[in-house]
């Protein structure tokens, strides 16, 4: 359940989740081998939720991403590195309206506060969030939400000269997270005409997506 000031939105867990990118650390500009993210989807609660004056809908997408936070075992995330008191975080949380804007989505910062995640069982992570919402007049609004949130996905990014890119995809999640076990994947070889936009890994390697066995454990 996220609440936003008096507002409750539940959470679409199919849609949310922990993921983290792996590379080799010679690819990244900050030498990291791992990269982790979570995004929760929120939709409005029917017990507690007032329509938006503007008459607008609402569905709402959390993001968090550290620039810094790395485990050696995929069990052992934490709060992505906001559970340390005095820790420098570097990284950004956001919270979009995914129902408004089809371009420019309508977006706010948030005061990161406490992340904590604590391993349940599984791929569950029992997660609670306490910070706020900054708003468009400047002031703050109360932010927290607890859900359990699944470790649904690692994405690769495996160099254009391996044979395999899915065998060494799962190398590199084995070696980096410790994660071996998958219930599916998805490989996007290297094309030298795809367009790299702003990310320039995009072009320089096969991309594999690892999705985790998560839906079949809870089914």
């Given at each position: ?89 570097l990284g950004f949380v956001s919270v979009e309206n995914l129902l408004v804007g089809r371009f420019d989505k309508e977006q706010w910062d948030v005061v990161p506060g406490w992340l ?15 910070g706020s919402r900054k708003l468009a007049d400047g002031t703050e609004e109360e932010m927290e939400f607890e859900d ?72």
């Amino acid at each position: 359940m996220l609440r936003l000031g008096d507002n409750e939105y539940e959470l679409v867990r199919v849609q949310s989740g922990f993921s983290v990118t792996l590379q080799s650390p010679d690819g990244d500009p900050m030498k990291r081998n791992q990269v982790w993210k979570l995004v929760a989807h929120y939709a409005p609660s029917e017990r507690r939720y007032t329509v938006r004056a503007d008459g607008e809908s609402e569905y709402l997408r959390v993001t968090f991403q550290s620039e810094e936070y790395a485990v050696t075992d995929w069990r052992q995330l934490s709060g992505l590195g906001l559970d340390q008191a005095g820790y420098h975080w570097l990284g950004f949380v956001s919270v979009e309206n995914l129902l408004v804007g089809r371009f420019d989505k309508e977006q706010w910062d948030v005061v990161p506060g406490w992340l904590e995640a604590e391993w349940k069982h599984d791929y569950l992570f029992h997660c609670e969030f306490d910070g706020s919402r900054k708003l468009a007049d400047g002031t703050e609004e109360e932010m927290e939400f607890e859900d359990d949130l699944p470790f649904g996905e690692a994405t690769a990014y495996v160099p254009i000269n391996a044979g395999d890119p899915q065998a060494a995809a799962l190398a590199m999640a084995a070696r980096t997270v410790r994660l071996t076990e998958f219930a599916g994947s998805q490989v996007r070889r290297y094309d030298p005409q795809r367009q790299s936009y702003t990310n320039l890994r995009v072009n320089t390697h096969h991309i594999v997506t690892l999705q985790t066995p998560w839906r079949e454990q809870l089914a």
